[in-house]
């Protein structure tokens, strides 16, 4: 099966002067293998990698043109961080529309700390979006350390890494090294790509009309298709009218009336099925609220009057004076109860698979407003529950201690935002 998905690959180049004379010749001459050799639908884009890489990548298929910027390229001392770029490209690439993206980074892994992301970050982003890396390994005496974390990012993302160890002459080794690349490449889209190849393929299908022999069975198509339009028009010609005696009716002049009857309709259905759920939340708040460790009928009787809509409950509410616990409902899972150390709120979960908790746009929303929108996350694994923070703005601390990524027991003092909440579990 051949792909024709037109891939957009990014080529970042690690050009910190810790890379050696023979691995930046031996870059070079990859990359304008690459580029002469690389297969028509495939466009590409060649930067360096650091912080502050460009937003908006431009991405050509001219082999001469990206020849000529593989010789502009300088390798200088810098202080960059291959994670660092890679979240900031990912993160960026997601909210957009085209998905079939790559990216091949050449690094020998020498490298300044990440001042901005962690390696979970990385690994979370790389595994749960569709943009495999592959990873060129600058083999150097100095860089064996290196070798594992890289190897673990192109894994996780899909990709693959490589050694710039072949055999052969050293004449060979960009042809090799490119072919390997390609052929990963490949192999990747034929598994993932294919549902775009489809879509291109419906895109591009022209309807062809039919040639008929016979004049009488083109007159014949031609009758039913003048009864259809006929159909048609009068259909279109029927316009709704409102009239005070005798109410809707066909009268053909404008469909502006019945346009803004239809909208009041609707503003009307929201403002009923809003004090519904009004009615029923104010139902379940007088339901008696389960202890951590038990009393689930009475806990999955709230469930049934609908309290659990959307999987999401606004918790704190700032216009709300009362006291009462507050908890997100589901039908299965582990509960977790967070109860506020100076307040004493309490939050019960029911944890299914991985929940985000914020101020906005997640499982689990608090009216917080240190918190950011999506703040942390609270999942399960091998029987334990454990806290992420999602690069929150002011941190997430677990017993004081500022967290990326911990397993949390029973007592633990769990801070976001203002609020320091103990764990039961």
Known sequence: MSMHVCGQTLVLVDNDATVSAVNQKLVRAVLKYMFYHSPVDRTFCLD??????????????DPNDLACKVDKIEFVPKDSNLCDTLCEVITRWKESDFACRDIVVFTDGLEGESLFHEKEELYYLTERNEYPVYIV?????????ARKGLSATAVTSGGKFFETEFEGSDAEVDRQLTEKIFASMDEYA??????????????EYEYTEPVYEEQEEVTEIETEADRYMSDAETEERVVYEYDKTTGLSG?????????VLMAVGLIVALVIASCVRRKRRDMGDKAAVPDADGEEDAYFDDYELGLAENRTLFLDDPDDDSDRPTRLLSESGRMITLEERTKGTKIRILLEGRMTVGRGDCEV?????????????????????????LSSANGTRVNGVKISDKCIEDGDELTMGTGTYTVRL
């Open 251 to 259: 009268s053909g002049k404008s469909l502006a009336t019945a346009a």
């Open 365 to 389: 929303v608090i009216g917080d407003d240190a918190l950011s929108r999506r703040h942390c996350e609270l999942y399960e694994r091998a029987d334990k529950v454990y806290v992420r923070d």
């Open 137 to 145: 390994m600058l083999d150097q005496e100095d860089n064996a350390g």
């Open 190 to 203: 034929r598994v993932n790509w294919e549902k775009y190849e489809q879509y291109e393929a419906e895109e």
């Open 48 to 61: 360096t990698y650091e912080h502050d890489i460009a937003d908006a990548e431009e991405y050509e298929n």
